[in-house]
């Protein structure tokens, strides 16, 4: 029981230490309006802002887009290296379209589901869309959960067969 203990209180404090490393980049797009077949390139758009950011240090957890579309027909999708997320529905009203109240915003997240962030990180447009933000949350890429799980099953004490006085040798 105790040993159990041990390896959950373990387990909970990398979780904490995991949380507090998170990294959140905000991408503005100040309402720029985007036509059906549009990329937007979240890596060079980082670059723009940050251009010493190392991308290879990290691994994207998930997209949040702040975003309308003209007749809420619009669809986003989450391209990274050769994955693509499913498309997420941008909402939206046509006479709210040209209307700059942060109310007529919507947020739409995008999580990314693959084990690796190497390659493209894409959002392909579906529709006609105004993008006032883009949220990028990501994480180290030293953090690995395979090693949480050795920590976890090495902390509980190993089972000993017992001896049963039969064919084996000293």
Do not use: C
């Amino acid at each position: 029981m105790r040993w159990t203990m041990f390896a959950l209180v373990l387990l909970l404090h990398q979780g904490a230490a995991a949380a507090a490393e998170r990294i959140q980049i905000v991408l503005p797009f100040h309402d720029v309006a985007l036509i059906p077949g549009h990329v937007v390139r979240l890596k060079a758009e980082t670059m723009r802002i940050h251009p010493d950011f190392d991308f290879s240090s990290v691994d994207l957890d998930s997209v949040d887009i702040v975003a309308k579309s003209r007749m809420g027909q619009g669809h986003i999708a989450l391209r990274v290296g050769n994955q693509y997320s499913e498309r997420k529905p941008i909402p939206g009203r046509k006479p709210d379209y040209d209307d700059p109240a942060a109310a007529s915003f919507h947020s739409v997240s995008i999580r990314h589901h693959g084990a690796s962030s190497n390659g493209l990180w894409q959002l392909l447009v579906v529709g006609y869309i105004k993008i006032r933000r883009v949220v990028l949350h990501m994480r180290p890429r030293n953090e690995d959960v395979l090693s949480r799980r050795a920590v976890t099953f090495a902390a509980a004490p190993a089972r000993v067969p017992q001896d049963t006085g039969s064919n084996m040798t000293r």
